[in-house]
């Protein structure tokens, strides 16, 4: 049984000089580490579908201009044997497999090998603690993230408890695999990256930033199916804009989201 993964080095993706329009799988290539840019690390089954989505727009042109840089682990080459193994069946039986202690261990190693600064370990899991705008910040605050992607049954739980792996969960649903999730991740917090977002888009006023939802919104035609824009929109006078969406932001909030609006009602007590 051979144990040593035939190649341990990540693979780095994004690079300056790379074409808005290329195919995602263009943007992969080895490249110098930028010694100060975000970090994703991804340990991942499907290599090949990173950077997918965000090689493309705002995450895509951040990477390419080095704000942020993605590096991805191929699990499979920590397999074992011949046909590279990396799950086998759960212990005390069941259905399904689950991926290898001793495979993700090698492969979180490797990959941790060229973490820099503080960059939290987390699993991706319909377990974990639920990811919000609040964990987007601090991570968007931080050095970059390790992101592991589980897939089939799930990872061998010794692993979780000796790496002290943080799992986080992207909400209350079973999907295929952790590689969605990490995407999803990492688009949240590479948004919030200085730079990443045009003045025109910020992310100050936008739902969740201040524990509410955003108001509607509303552009061109001023008519459109015989609905019109609320007047008070029109009516260039700031501070009532700025009084009607922020009710607005309220309603929804206690309508939709009784849960933050909850939250918002204990902060906003805290303060006051
Ligand atoms: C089919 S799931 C395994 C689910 C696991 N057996 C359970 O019941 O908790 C395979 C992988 O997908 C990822 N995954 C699935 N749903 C997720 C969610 N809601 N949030 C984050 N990751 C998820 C995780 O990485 C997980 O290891």
Redesign the pocket.
């Known amino acids: 049984m051979t144990d040593q993964p035939n190649s341990s080095a990540p693979r780095s993706h994004g690079r300056k000089t790379l074409r808005p329009t290329a195919q995602p799988q263009e943007l992969m290539t080895d490249r110098p580490v930028l010694a100060r840019a975000w970090t994703a690390q991804v340990i991942t089954l499907l290599p090949d579908a990173f950077p997918g989505l965000l090689g493309t727009s705002l995450t895509g042109k951040a990477l390419k201009d080095g704000v942020w840089q993605l590096e991805t682990t191929d699990l499979r080459r920590f397999g074992v044997g011949k046909h590279r193994n990396v799950d086998d069946t759960p212990a005390g039986g069941g259905a399904?497999m689950v991926l290898r202690a001793d495979v993700l261990g090698n492969a979180i190693e490797a990959t941790r090998r060229g973490a820099r600064g503080r960059m939290p370990l987390i699993?991706?899991?319909?377990?974990?603690v639920p990811f919000d705008q609040a964990m987007a910040q601090d991570l968007a605050r931080q050095d970059g993230v390790t992101l592991?992607?589980?897939?089939?049954?799930?990872?061998d739980e010794r692993v979780l408890e000796h790496f002290d792996i943080l799992e986080?969960?992207?909400?209350?649903?079973?999907?295929?695999?952790?590689e969605l999730?990490a995407m999803t991740l990492i688009d949240a917090c590479v948004r919030l990256l200085p730079g990443v977002l045009g003045n025109a888009e910020s992310a100050v006023e936008e739902s969740h930033s201040a524990g509410l939802l955003e108001h509607p919104q509303y552009t061109r035609p001023a008519e459109w199916q015989g609905r019109t824009i609320p007047e008070v929109l029109t009516s260039g006078d700031h501070a009532k804009v700025a009084a009607w969406r922020r009710d607005q932001s309220e309603r929804l909030t206690r309508a939709r989201r009784p849960d933050l609006w909850a939250r918002h009602g204990d902060k906003s007590s805290e303060q006051g």
């Open positions: 399904g699993h991706l899991s319909p377990r974990g592991l992607c589980g897939r089939f049954e799930g990872v986080v969960s992207m909400g209350d649903y079973v999907l295929t695999g952790g999730p």
